[in-house]
Each structure stands twice: as structure tokens, then as C-alpha cells.
């Protein structure tokens, strides 16, 4: 299970990967084209746009499973390993409570969004079912992290080495 | 007293815009049965926040420009269509409160559970060509290899079909992307035009309508049924007051005495297209008024379109 | 004033026990939303995030995270540094000098300043380890000197206050010229008093003075970067891209110096470095994401309302309550990220400001230099995570004790510009 989750973890991180790459090639070519031919496209700015909520949520939990957010670990390092644990504890559980919150009522956003046919008011017209639905998969993706996060903590399993943020 | 949330993503600095909902919601507070919990410039909910937030029973009233949602909420694309906004805006009665447009909106929006209490009594002015010495429109054949920043669905097709590029980029780089000539121009309404400086990097407006807009006071169905008589009589009262002077505050009287006479300060050249050009434009826009149809269905679509003519009943 | 106070406490609780700042932003901002609203907050924590994110205006934070690690890749920013430490040997702290300098120019292209920061710090930082700056001047002169952005032109924050305020945003750009020069020059002159009294925090560079020779043969090693701030700047300044897009041109740019140039990316490596930059810009942008969250917790509480309004009640003399009004953004801005800032307390404070006789083009002018600090003050101060996310090797805690005393020359430059308005307006005046 834990394998099959961390499969999703890197392949979502995976995706951002190209997200950033088609962001690069996609917004050099709209503004060549707009400025060279005067023909930019009707997407790139719409598409673009939505990925930057893919960027900020879809890696979260790959971030999270390194233990790599930014965090101030200055007073918690002062404590000793069951306070250590203890607090891990909490931590994750406030996770839980905060991701899974945001998971079913980004859900609820993304359904009624697809139920009532809500779309960007422009000539592209994106259905907002589509940036709407990175909401629930990424912060479900990260409530599962965080709740591994807190099995861990209780039953002393190490957490996998933090890597830290550029050496991946 | 029952507390109502409301919003609008409108600052009030955007003044021609927000007079009407300013004014509507201080009425409203004033009322015995309602107090008002009114949150502006987007503090609360940003634009595209809005309407979502209404239906999930998060906030009661909003304040929306249709053009932000013509395409999720389909009929309220009346209010933008090129070849009729200029007849609608002249006459100000076709879309009040009450009248067989106003009614025909209204039961579209109830099929999705959404009310429409006022449309500020009319649109607003519409959105005119305002463009840069590099790049000025002057004429219809002018827009041909120009780019062109437009947000409607509607305005685009018409700049595209005129042989212009319509360019999307955000609000906010607007100003530069004028002054750089990233972009040739921008259609847009004058409100926009003053409430970004935008006058000091342009130098021509053509008044050719190339789409409009309104501001409507929205609510849901539910939640107004589920209103008390004296809550919903002080809603009402507060809206027909919006409805008097909302769109008319705007169109005649800050635009007129304010807004056009910076524009002339600025020393713009404003261009009035010639009736072949309004005829023009309307033969071009044939084909967004279809695709509109198409969307609403045609027996609303075309009903909606003669009532905004004036040839319906 | 409980609750607020309360979600305060959990704020900082939370972040005192190692949680995540994303966490700490979003739940304690939640649990806010929830006590004052019920389970209607339950709506307004997804739309917020997803609100605050969608602009198109943050893509130039990732671009901008990639463009700083592809040149991490290369020789470009040991070249840029080799260069500027030959020429700035016989001035002690030079480095971090140039380096104010740097964020200085790249303001003049982006009008963000965490792009800024992720930009300049990928590259300077690094740079002034090796070379023995203490870290506290390595952090703090990029952290700080970042926010430089916001106050040279191009400026969103400027853009938006024009917006609220209806003040020309031509007049604010030219107002902002002025005051970014002098807290450049104010942040240099603090650098340099600073490694004077403390010579550990900036080696001297040891051997002999370079040859004139030497010097301009470094010059050679330069022209890379020179290159890229041509196609960035060039890029806005001839109208091909805006300020946003001209980012992924400095990716391509950076991309094609490294696989082209210097022929350094394998494929390997260009992955590694994707990878990271998605991470870190991931990492920086739920935090955007999540203050927004606690920001309209506080916003709907109309915290910075409440506090702007108990300012304009006061009968105290014009200095004393523009002093006050200072120091309250100061605080709002430890809270409330710089958008909202202008956003709500613009309406507010405004009138107060025209009653008591000043130029609204002015209050936008110390308004934004107030956000300079807003910006690198914790909780929320993006620069500070935008800094730890390009340079990981630098400790969180490192990076707030560092801004400390750069905060207070900004607050110092600051209050000359807000008791002297006159210096403010001299340069729109002219034009
Ligand atoms: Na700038
Ligand atoms: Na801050």
C-alpha cells in the first residue's frame, strides 16, 4: 500500500516536472507568436494560469513525505525524542484535519462546478470542473501523508531522511 | 434582524461602478429587518470566487459583472452581445426591473436556482477600442493586424473576425503592456479605462460597442424564498433604488461629467464609428449572436435578442 | 478581540512546535474562519487558496526558481562573482554590496519580490558563502534587498494601489524611483558600516591587488549574464513579453546558456534541476496559497479595518499619527500578505491621510516602502521562505534573526520619506 501511495506521490511530482517545462516552451511561444506574427493563442494565458495551482498543490505530499516544507524546527529540536514524537503527533494530526477539510470541500467545489457547467468567461472557456478537482487529489494525496506521518510517529518508524529542498 | 453576507469584488474607488451597490447596501442596513455584513474589492471572495460561494449558501447577495460569467450562466450574455448592447443601452427601460427581458432572465436564472433581484436599471456604456498612437484604430479596417487585449468570449470573436489578435493578459500588466506596445490596444469600459490610468498611455478611442456589460445584484432562489416579508420588502426597496440610479449614476452622470472629460484632458482623439460601421459590425457579430443562440436555446435566444432590440413583447 | 488574538496564539504555537508554515497558516486560519462563521469557513478555505492562486502573475516564481537553478548549474554566477569580487576587492562587504545592487536591477524588470529574491538569492548566496560572508549578511542583504522590487518600477503593488486609490500609476512608478534608489543606497551604506565594525562577517579577499589585466579578463566570464538580463529586460522593454512572461524567457535563456554555452546538462542533471525547482516553487506557493486562507480569517473579522479605523480616531499630531499608522502596518504586515494590505486598509486610511492635508500619490509611495517590510517579517513574509527555498543550506531561523536589523534601516528610510513628504513628490513634480 505504502509503495503504491508513494508511486502516486512521485508521479504527481513527476507531472509538475513537465507542468514546469510546458509553462517555459508554451509562454516563450505565445508571446513570439504574438509578437512576430501577431497570432498569440487563446490558451496559454488560461492554461498557464490553472497550473499554478498544480504547482503549489500536487507536489505537496512528495514534499511532505521528505519532510521538506519550510518549517522553523529551531524550538522543537530543543526537545527530547518523546517530545519530539509527541509533537509529530499533533502536527500530523492538525494535517489530517486541515487537508482532508480542504480535500472534501475542494470536492464539493469541483462537483457543483462540473454540475452547474461553470466555465471561464473567455473565447477558451475552460470548465472550472478541471482546475477546481486539483484541490481534493492534492490535499487528499497530502491527508494521507500526513496521516502516515502520524502511524509513524507513534509506532517509531523513522521518517524517510529529510532531503532537503535542493537535493532531491 | 437577519444578518445578509454580501460582496463585490468592485473597489470603491471603481466609483461609477460601485455607486449603485455602495448605496443599495447602505439602504438596506438602514432597514429594521435586515442588517448587512458587506464585504468589497474582493477583501472576501475574488471575482471568480463569487458565484460559487453564493450557491454554496456561503454569502447571500452578490454584486457581479456579467461579463465574468456569461459563460457559466449563459442568458446573462444578452447583456454583452455586439450588434445589440448599443440598442439596449440606449434604452434603458428594456432591461428594468420588471420589464419582459428582465422576466425572461430571470426564468433562465431560476432553472439554476439563481434570482436576479436588479440589473442597475440598465448596462453600462459599452466597451469601446481605446488604442495607442503605435498602434491606433481609428476605423474597422484599422483593427486588421492588431493586438488587441480583450477578456469576453464576445470581444474576441468579433476582434478575430475583424482580423485582429486578441491577446489575454492580466489586468495588471495592462498599463505596461500598452506603454511597451506589447499590446496595440484594449477593449474595455471607461470605467476600467480611468480606474487603471489607462488614459495615460493611450491616445485614441474609437466608440465602436464591441461588447457591454452590467452589474447585477444576484441571489439565490432558496435563499430569497426562505426570506421573511418584512426582510424581503426591505431588499427590494434597497434594489429598487439601486435599480433607479445604479447604471444611471454611472452612464450620466460620472461618466459624462468626469470620466469622458479626463479622457479629453488627456488628450485622446475619440473617433465615432460611421452608421456603415455600426452596420458592419453587426453583420460581423451575426456570428457570436448565433453562437449565443445556440447556447441558450433559440426560442430564449431570440426572443431575448428582440426584446433587447425593441421588437419583441 | 479574543478570538483573533486566540487564532494568533495557534498561529505562532503551531509554527513554534515545527509544523509546516503552510499548516500553521491554513489551520489556524481555518479555525478562525470556523469560530467567527461556523461551518461556512469550510468554503471559504478551499476558495481562498484557490482564489490567491489563480493569477497569472505568480508564474514568474517558478520561472524565475528554474532560470536561478539552471544557472546554478553553470559557471555563470561564480563568473558574475569572480568578476565583482576582482573589481570590489578594495571594498570590504563588496559582494553583498553588489548584491543589493543586483536585486536593485532586477527590480527594474520584475515588479515581485519574491521572483526577485528566488532570482538574485539562487545565485549570491552560494557565491558569498564560499567566500566566507557570514550568513546572517548573505540572507539578510538578499531578503531584504529583494523586496527593492515592489519600489522600482514595474510594481504590482503599485498597480494595485492605483487601482484602489485612483492615483496615476504613471506618477507612482515615477514616485517609486526615488525612494527604491535611496533604501538601495541606505541598505549598501548599512552593509558597509556593518562589516567595518565586524571584518569576521566579510574576509578580506587575501594576495595581491589584481592586475588591471586580470580585471577585464573576468569581464569576459560575464558576458553570460549580461545576456540573460538583456533578453529579461529586453524581452519587456521592447514590448515583446510582459513582466510575468519575460520570466520563462529567462528559462529558455538560462536553459540554452547551460545546454548550448557551457554544455552542461545532461540529461540527468536537467531533470535534477526540474525537479527541484517544482518542489521549492511548490513549497513557496501553498505557503502564498495558505496566508491567504488566514488573511481573510483576519479580513473577515476586518482585523486591519478595525486597527486602520482606531488610528483615524485619534486627535494626535499629523506626525505622530502618521508615525503610528507606520507601525501598525509594520505589524498588519506581519500578518496579512502585501496584497491584501493595500486592498483594505487603502479604503480606510485614505481619507484620514487627505484630511490631515497629504498627497494619496505620497501615502502609496510609504505605503509600498512599508510593504518592503511586510514582506520579510514572519509569519507571513514571503521573502523569507522564498530565500530558504532557493537556498536550502540556510536554516529558517537563520533567515528571520538575518532581516532583523535590515528591517530597521528600512523602517529608518522609511520614516524619512513618511515625515518628509516633500522628497517623495520632488521627482513626479518634475514631470
Ligand atoms: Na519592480
Ligand atoms: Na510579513
Known amino acids: 500500500m505504502r509503495k503504491i501511495f508513494e508511486g502516486l506521490e512521485r508521479l504527481s511530482r513527476g507531472g509538475g516536472e513537465i507542468v514546469l517545462a510546458f509553462m517555459v516552451v508554451t509562454i516563450c511561444y505565445d508571446a513570439i507568436m504574438r509578437y512576430l506574427f501577431t497570432a498569440p493563442t487563446s490558451w496559454s494565458l488560461e492554461i498557464n494560469t490553472f497550473l499554478i495551482i498544480y504547482v503549489a498543490i500536487m507536489t505537496a505530499a512528495d514534499v511532505q513525505r521528505t519532510d521538506s516544507h519550510i518549517r522553523i524546527s529551531f524550538f522543537s529540536d530543543m526537545m527530547g525524542k518523546g517530545g519530539q514524537r509527541a509533537t509529530r503527533v499533533v502536527i500530523g494530526l492538525f494535517g489530517v484535519a486541515f487537508s482532508g477539510i480542504m480535500a472534501w470541500r475542494g470536492y464539493l467545489m469541483a462537483f457543483q462546478a462540473w454540475d452547474y457547467g461553470e466555465r471561464v468567461s473567455s473565447s477558451f472557456g475552460t470548465p472550472m470542473v478541471f482546475p477546481y478537482a486539483m484541490i481534493p487529489i492534492g490535499f487528499g494525496l497530502l491527508a494521507v501523508r500526513f496521516a502516515l506521518n502520524v502511524l509513524d510517529a507513534i509506532t517509531g518508524r523513522n521518517q524517510d531522511d529529510r532531503e532537503d529542498l535542493q537535493n532531491v | 434582524e437577519t444578518t445578509l453576507t454580501g460582496v463585490s469584488y ?44 453564493l450557491r454554496a449558501g456561503t454569502i447571500d447577495f452578490m454584486f457581479h459583472t456579467t461579463s465574468y460569467v456569461t459563460r457559466s450562466i449563459p442568458i446573462l450574455g444578452i447583456t454583452g452581445l455586439p450588434g445589440v448592447v448599443e440598442a439596449l443601452y440606449e434604452n434603458p427601460g428594456r432591461i428594468a426591473k420588471g420589464s419582459p427581458l428582465f422576466e425572461l432572465i430571470n426564468e433562465e436564472l431560476a432553472k439554476e436556482d439563481l434570482y436576479m433581484a436588479s440589473m442597475m436599471g440598465n448596462i453600462l456604456e459599452p466597451e469601446y477600442l481605446w488604442s495607442t498612437e503605435g498602434g491606433a484604430v481609428r476605423s474597422i479596417g484599422d483593427m486588421e493586424g492588431k493586438k488587441i487585449r480583450v477578456v469576453s468570449f464576445e470581444a474576441t470573436k468579433v476582434a478575430e473576425d475583424f482580423g485582429a489578435a486578441a491577446v489575454r493578459i492580466p489586468s495588471s500588466e495592462l498599463y505596461l503592456a500598452l506603454q511597451r506596445g506589447t499590446v496595440d490596444a484594449a477593449v474595455a469600459n471607461i470605467s476600467t479605462v480611468i480606474g487603471r490610468s489607462l488614459q495615460e498611455q493611450l491616445d485614441v478611442v474609437y466608440k465602436l460597442p464591441m461588447t457591454a456589460y452590467g452589474i447585477g445584484l444576484f441571489t439565490t432562489t432558496q435563499r430569497w424564498e426562505r426570506l421573511g416579508d418584512a426582510e424581503k420588502a426591505a431588499f ?77 413583447s | 478581540m479574543l478570538e483573533p488574538i486566540s487564532v494568533v496564539v495557534v498561529l505562532l504555537g503551531l509554527i513554534g512546535a515545527g509544523a509546516p508554515i503552510f499548516l500553521a497558516l491554513g489551520a489556524s486560519g481555518l479555525l478562525g474562519l470556523y469560530m467567527a462563521r461556523g461551518s461556512i469557513a469550510f468554503f471559504f478555505a478551499p476558495t481562498s487558496f484557490f482564489g490567491q492562486l489563480n493569477s497569472f502573475e505568480l508564474i514568474a516564481l517558478p520561472l524565475f526558481i528554474l532560470m536561478g537553478n539552471i544557472l546554478g548549474a553553470t559557471p555563470v554566477g561564480r563568473n558574475l562573482f569572480h568578476a565583482a569580487s576582482l573589481w570590489l576587492q578594495w571594498l570590504r ?186 518542489r521549492v516553487s511548490g513549497a513557496i506557493m501553498l505557503i502564498i496559497g495558505c496566508a491567504k486562507i488566514f488573511g481573510d480569517y483576519l479580513n473577515l473579522v476586518r482585523v486591519p479595518e478595525t486597527v486602520s479605523a482606531a488610528l483615524t480616531a485619534t486627535d494626535l499630531p499629523a506626525w505622530a499619527i502618521l508615525t503610528l499608522i507606520m507601525i501598525a502596518l509594520v505589524l498588519l504586515g506581519m500578518l496579512v500578505d502585501a496584497v491584501s494590505l493595500i486592498v483594505v486598509t487603502t479604503p480606510i486610511l485614505l481619507p484620514l491621510i487627505q484630511t490631515l492635508g497629504y498627497d494619496p500619490l505620497w501615502f502609496g509611495i510609504v505605503l509600498v516602502m512599508n510593504l518592503e517590510i511586510a514582506v520579510v517579517t514572519p509569519p507571513v513574509g514571503l521573502n523569507l521562505y522564498a530565500l530558504k527555498g532557493v537556498c536550502p543550506q540556510l536554516e529558517i531561523e537563520d533567515i528571520i534573526r538575518s532581516v532583523v536589523p535590515f528591517v530597521f534601516v528600512q523602517f529608518f528610510v522609511l520614516m524619512i520619506f513618511v515625515l518628509f513628504p516633500g522628497i517623495s513628490l520632488w521627482l513626479p513634480g518634475l514631470l
Open chain 2, 236 to 312: 427590494d426597496e434597497a434594489a429598487a433604488w439601486f435599480e433607479e440610479n445604479g447604471a444611471a449614476q454611472a452612464n450620466d452622470t460620472i461618466y459624462v461629467d468626469e470620466y469622458w472629460p479626463m479622457i479629453e484632458e488627456a488628450g485622446l482623439e475619440v473617433v465615432e464609428p460611421s452608421e456603415e460601421e455600426l452596420a458592419r459590425l453587426d453583420e460581423v457579430a451575426q456570428a457570436v449572436r448565433d453562437a449565443w443562440i445556440e447556447e441558450v436555446g433559440a426560442e430564449v435566444g431570440e426572443r431575448a435578442i428582440a426584446l433587447a432590440l425593441g421588437n419583441g
Open chain 3, 93 to 278: 562587504g563588496g559582494l553583498a554590496i553588489a548584491t543589493v545592487g543586483a536585486s536593485a536591477i532586477f527590480g527594474a524588470v520584475s515588479g515581485v519580490s519574491v521572483a526577485g529574491v528566488a532570482a538574485v538569492g539562487a545565485i549570491a548566496v552560494p557565491q558569498m558563502l564560499e567566500r566566507g560572508y557570514s550568513r546572517t549578511l548573505a540572507a539578510g542583504s538578499v531578503a531584504s534587498s529583494g523586496a527593492l522590487a515592489m519600489l522600482i518600477p514595474p510594481s504590482v503593488p503599485f498597480i494595485i494601489y492605483g487601482a484602489v486609490s485612483g492615483v496615476s500609476v504613471g506618477a507612482l512608478f515615477i514616485g517609486g524611483i526615488l525612494p527604491g534608489f535611496v533604501l538601495a543606497l541606505a541598505l549598501s551604506l548599512y552593509i558597509y558600516i556593518r562589516v567595518r565594525r565586524n571584518p569576521d562577517e566579510a574576509p578580506a579577499q587575501d594576495g595581491p591587488a589584481p592586475s588591471t589585466g586580470e580585471k577585464v579578463r573576468a569581464l569576459g566570464g560575464v558576458w553570460h549574464a549580461l545576456l540573460l538580463v538583456f533578453i529579461v529586460l529586453g524581452a519587456i522593454y521592447a514590448g515583446i513579453a510582459t513582466p510575468s512572461e519575460a520570466a520563462a524567457f529567462g528559462a529558455a535563456g538560462a536553459m540554452f546558456i547551460a545546454a548550448v554555452v557551457f554544455r552542461c546538462l545532461s540529461w540527468a542533471q536537467a531533470r535534477e534541476i526540474f525537479v527541484s525547482s517544482i
Open chain 2, 10 to 53: 468592485l473597489p470603491p474607488s471603481y466609483k461609477a461602478l460601485s455607486y449603485g451597490s455602495a448605496g443599495f447596501v447602505e439602504r438596506l442596513n438602514e432597514s429594521d429587518a435586515v442588517s448587512v455584513d458587506y464585504y468589497d474589492s474582493g477583501k472576501l471572495l475574488k471575482a471568480d470566487e463569487q458565484l460559487p460561494a
